[in-house]
């Protein structure tokens, strides 16, 4: 019977320091790039990791106060824009020693708050949420533990800094692009919040408003038609559905995500109507399948890569910082006009 052969052992410091021929504490230093450290042991530290293979142990430095990683909530990992946040964040971080970790929120509440509370269990340095719909109390609570940076979430906090898009300007943007090119019956489709404590900071909220109030300052009132379902393809398939039955069809439909849109698309190709000859289409998020030829969505840029560099950069303040006066970064969308989106059929 062949003998297995036991485990290899783990690279530690001490072997690093051998290598090196250097001491255990010059190589913590390289570790934890503190001052004073000579290019020369910089290199000569770097060298014997690499030729080892040495791997700091998370757990152990954890134990010494840290362990370099970011713990980062998505809320639905099929959603093509929260790709481009983690793109920023990451991008961000690249070449510090922090890595990212990402947990699922699953738009649910007991799934979020597993999520955080693993993350916290296990250590992680900071936290970014993104869209979270724990309540405010929750995240006062989850801050005062673990630096975190909130995005998407319109309320201002003493404990977390917070990244959002100025989603009322960008709701406003589409309604007044689309009445500009005729339309009067532009409907909307929403993601229905079930969180009464935190609907009012969400972004679905806000855009919903924001394309309320633009369609009133167009005199449209009467043509507000909203289509309540969820941020996903299917809810964009369901909204559709709804709007194209009604006893007057809208000739332009708002979705509150780009995600959202596309499975308007499908309802609507299904009802066998053309886009945008015979209705019109729009987006919110600007992701990248938007402007993909075959689709070519009008859609709200609201920068999603620059929510990750800022959602990353206030982070890694924070956990420089706690004591630092927490700081809400807003930014402004833009308006990209494509295919799907042309004047009312006559």
Known sequence: MEKLSAPARRI???????????????????????????????????????????????????????????????????NPFFAEILDGLDAHIAGSEYQVLLGPGCNGQEAEARIVNAMIDRGMDGMVLIAPISNCSDLDRIASTVPTVVVGRHGHSRSYD????????????????????????????????????CLAEMPNAIRAEGYQQAMRAHGLADEIDIASTRYNQEGGYLGAQ???NRPTRPTAIFAGADIVA???LDAI???????????SVAGYDNTTFAAFR?????SVDQA????????????????ADRS???????????????????????
């Open 304 to 319: 999603g890569r620059e929510i990750g560099v800022n959602a990353a950069r206030l982070l890694l303040d924070r956990i």
């Open 12 to 78: 530690t410091i001490i072997d690093v320091a051998r290598h090196a021929q250097v001491s255990t504490t010059a190589v913590s230093k390289v570790l934890r790039n503190a001052y004073g450290v000579s290019p020369q042991m910089q290199a000569k530290v770097r060298q014997a990791i690499t030729e080892l293979g040495y791997r700091p142990n998370a757990a152990a430095r954890g134990m010494r106060g840290r362990t370099y990683t970011i713990g980062v909530l998505v809320p639905d990992i099929r």
């Open 242 to 244: 709804q709007l194209l």
């Open 262 to 264: 596309m499975g308007a």
């Open 324 to 346: 630092r006066p927490t700081t809400q970064v807003k930014l402004s969308p833009t308006l990209v006009v494509r295919r799907t989106t042309a004047p009312p059929p006559a």
């Open 269 to 279: 190709a299904e009802a066998g109507l053309r886009v945008p000859e015979d209705i």
């Open 162 to 197: 917070t990244v959002v898009d100025d989603d009322r300007t960008g709701a406003t943007l589409m309604v007044n692009h689309l009445t500009d090119l005729g339309h009067r019956r532009i409907a909307h489709i929403e993601h229905h919040e079930t969180t009464a404590d």
């Open 294 to 298: 075959p689709i070519s969505l009008t």
